[in-house]
Nanobody
Framework: QVQLEESGGGLVQAGGSARLSCAASGRTFSSYVMGWFRQAPGKEREFVGT????????AYVDSVKGRFTISRDNAKNTVYLQMISLKPEDTAVYYC????????????????????WGQGTQVTVSS
């Protein structure tokens, strides 16, 4: 069981940057693949990126490649989403998610792969 809490959202100007954090409870954080998803008003939840248990593998949706970077600090039970060159279309509630795995290097992009979710943090990018 793991509990997730996101932080770092807020209002950002287009072209700016922000870093989201997701703190996890529990002692087995290094066993969880972590993901970031987002949901804009009136739209379905969308995969943003994922990172493997060790941090050695990651993947992103095409629309954020080169602008967003996921990292994790297993000693701090925290995963981060660094966002640069933000666009108004990045406006959404951002959620972190976790799923336990025994497969080294595994990463997952489907929301149904994840069993644990945070409450979300709002990111608003103004034009």
């Amino acid at each position: 069981q793991v509990q997730l809490e996101e932080s770092g959202g807020g209002l950002v100007q287009a072209g700016g940057s922000a870093r989201l954090s997701c703190a996890a409870s529990g002692r087995t954080f290094s066993s969880y693949v972590m993901g970031w998803f987002r949901q804009a008003p009136g739209k379905e939840r969308e995969f943003v990126g994922t990172i493997s248990t060790s941090g050695g593998h990651s993947a992103y949706v095409d629309s954020v490649k080169g602008r967003f970077t996921i990292s994790r600090d297993n000693a701090k039970n925290t995963v981060y989403l660094q966002m640069i060159s933000l666009k108004p279309e990045d406006t959404a509630v951002y959620y972190c998610a976790a799923t336990v795995t025994t497969f080294y290097g595994a990463i997952y992009s489907r929301s149904t792969d994840y069993g644990y979710w945070g409450q979300g943090t709002q990111v608003t990018v103004s034009s």
